[in-house]
């Protein structure tokens, strides 16, 4: 039985991302301000290092939580939804500058493997400070996605990964895919699969009755493949001309979209909604006839539970990349699309629209079967129970002179 947050008092625990929600949004930006808010909650001294993404002198809005900008907030991605090279160096220095100097005042180091030089960063600054290392591996990339992302660095970003799945570390995985993929990368030690992200209520609500629109929260980049989804709900709206296509999110696709749109006569079914506030997104989510998620890659799938947690179900595209299938049980809380073309995305949006309510209360039960696994606090026990078990020890030891002059390289 693992312990609950209160159970494993005084961690002092440094939280490394690059992002911090709300202001960047995604899966992992959650993740890390859930985990987050919920250690202070508890009583545990949490520091968070990121970019700074709010104006000079604003509060950054995580209650009880230390936020420390170790690097400017230049713009993460290139105009086609790449990331870019220099903000991860820049991040990877900010870290390195600032555990130099307080790694000394940290239990536990608890950094996302990507961007890579946070992890290398920590891992050197480690040799002067005392603390744990925790590196979550949201995904671990092959070798053919990382040519295909970097052309001819792929290779180089290939070797930047696997070195960081060679340090030192307790790892943690949100898929069986990545588990495996980063045993593969030579890892010391066995990863730690962590299936719950959901920080919802873990009570389960009855669903609501279907609205006749598919729904799609994300963002607007190539992985993403909502192109393909707008081709597929031309082809379902043929034989179920109710339906309506509605799109949440922005990105760097996003005027493609709208010109595919245009160019299909969509444009009275398809509403492209932009960004909305969290409370909205769950407002569409709950009254969807299903959630729609054509990712080739995703490295866990937040919303598939979220949708789920409601009663509805969702669909996923089948790929090598995408461990957003090992939350679907087919037929269950919804059904993986067997090859990512617009004519079998068709055909699954049109078996779920067939399935009618049966479905919906399938996916209730569903996640009634599975919300315990599924939900941030199993993963934050399992997280403390590391935490408690690897930093109980004597009190840190002064930094030595040298490491006290190595510190003062850094200025934060």
Same mark, same amino acid.
């Given at each position: ?26 899966? *992992?930006?959650?993740?890390? %301000?859930?985990? +987050? &808010? $919920? #250690?202070?909650?508890? @009583? ?126 307790? *790892?943690?995985?949100?898929? %069986?895919?990545? +588990? &495996? $993929? #980063?045993?593969?990368? @030579? ?226």
């Amino acid at each position: 039985m693992v312990p609950a947050p209160e159970e494993c008092v005084g961690v002092r625990v440094c939280i490394i991302y690059d992002c911090l929600f709300p202001h960047t949004v995604g899966g *992992a930006e959650r993740w890390y %301000r859930n985990v +987050a &808010e $919920r #250690l202070a909650a508890a @009583g545990h001294e949490v520091t968070y290092l990121t970019r700074r993404q709010w104006p000079r002198g604003a509060d950054p809005g995580v209650p009880g939580v230390r936020v420390v900008a170790v690097a400017p907030g230049w713009g993460l991605y290139t105009r086609d939804g790449r990331r870019r090279i220099m903000p991860p160096l820049a991040f990877g220095i900010g870290v390195l500058r600032h555990l130099l100097r307080h790694g000394h005042r940290y239990d536990v180091v608890h950094t996302a493997s990507f961007p890579y030089f946070s992890v290398l960063a920590a891992a050197l600054a480690r040799a002067l400070h005392r603390y744990e290392l925790v590196v979550d591996w949201h995904e671990v990339w092959s070798r053919s996605y990382w040519r295909e992302y970097l052309g001819p660095l792929g290779p180089v970003g290939a070797w930047v990964q696997r070195r960081c799945a060679r340090v030192r570390q307790q *790892a943690f995985c949100f898929s %069986r895919l990545h +588990a &495996e $993929r #980063l045993r593969s990368e @030579g890892l010391r030690g066995e990863p730690t699969v962590l299936r719950g992200e959901y920080a919802g209520s873990a009570t389960p609500r009855a669903p609501e009755p279907a609205e006749p629109y598919l729904l799609f929260a994300g963002r607007y980049i190539p992985e993403k493949q909502v192109p393909l989804l707008v081709q597929a709900y031309a082809q379902a709206v043929q034989r179920a001309p109710e339906l309506r296509l509605e799109l949440l999110g922005d990105g760097p696709k996003r005027p493609q979209v709208e010109q595919l749109v245009r160019r299909l006569g969509l444009e009275d079914k398809v509403a492209i909604r932009g960004f909305v506030p969290p409370e909205e997104v769950e407002r569409r989510i709950a009254r969807a006839l299903c959630l729609v998620l054509p990712s080739r890659r995703e490295g866990y799938g937040m919303v598939v539970v979220e949708a789920a947690a409601r009663g509805v179900p969702s669909i996923v595209v089948a790929g090598p990349d995408n461990a957003a299938v090992e939350l679907i049980e087919g037929g269950e809380n919804g059904y993986v699309c067997p090859e990512p073309n617009a004519a079998a995305l068709a055909a699954a949006i049109l078996k779920i629209r067939d399935a009618g309510a049966d479905l919906r209360a399938r996916t209730a039960r569903w996640y009634q079967r599975n919300r315990e696994e599924l939900s941030l606090e199993r993963s934050l026990a399992t997280l403390l129970a590391f935490y408690g078990r690897d930093v109980a020890r004597p009190p840190h030891n002064p930094p030595s002179a040298t490491q006290k002059r190595l510190a003062q390289t850094s200025d934060r």
